[in-house]
């Protein structure tokens, strides 16, 4: 059973940094694209960034040059750095594991506020 748990979480005042992470079971993780999605409150889903299995990343404008997506293979882990966080950052972060079917992490809350 394929299984993403989610940590990191929290709430952070503007200008702050908070780093998310994804663990992955029952998959092998090494060889499927990863992806980072938000929503916040009353917002679709957004894709945020993905990086594939060999660690290529690409953003979504919004957060260029200031979130980053890594990746452990050895420990089926992804890490999302998020930093000069503002408060439209606020949001549920979702990992996406993109698969056939892909599968969700269970989602963590971020909130930027003063």
């Known amino acids: 059973q394929v299984q993403l748990v989610e940590s990191g979480g929290g709430s952070v005042q503007p200008g702050g940094s908070l780093r998310l992470s994804c663990v992955a079971s029952?998959?092998?993780?090494?060889?499927?694209?990863m992806d980072w999605y938000r929503q916040a409150p009353g917002k679709q889903r957004e894709l945020v960034a993905h990086?594939?299995?060999?660690?290529?990343?690409k953003y979504a404008d919004f957060v260029k040059g200031r979130f980053t997506s890594s990746r452990d293979n050895a420990k089926n882990t992804m890490y999302r750095q998020m930093n000069s966080l503002k408060p439209e950052d606020t949001a549920v972060y979702y990992c996406?594991?993109?698969?056939?079917?892909?599968?969700w992490g269970q989602g963590t809350q971020v909130t930027v506020s003063s």
């Open positions: 996406h594991l993109r698969g056939s079917p892909g599968y």
């Open positions: 029952g998959t092998m993780f090494r060889i499927y694209v």
């Open positions: 990086i594939t299995s060999g660690g290529s990343t």
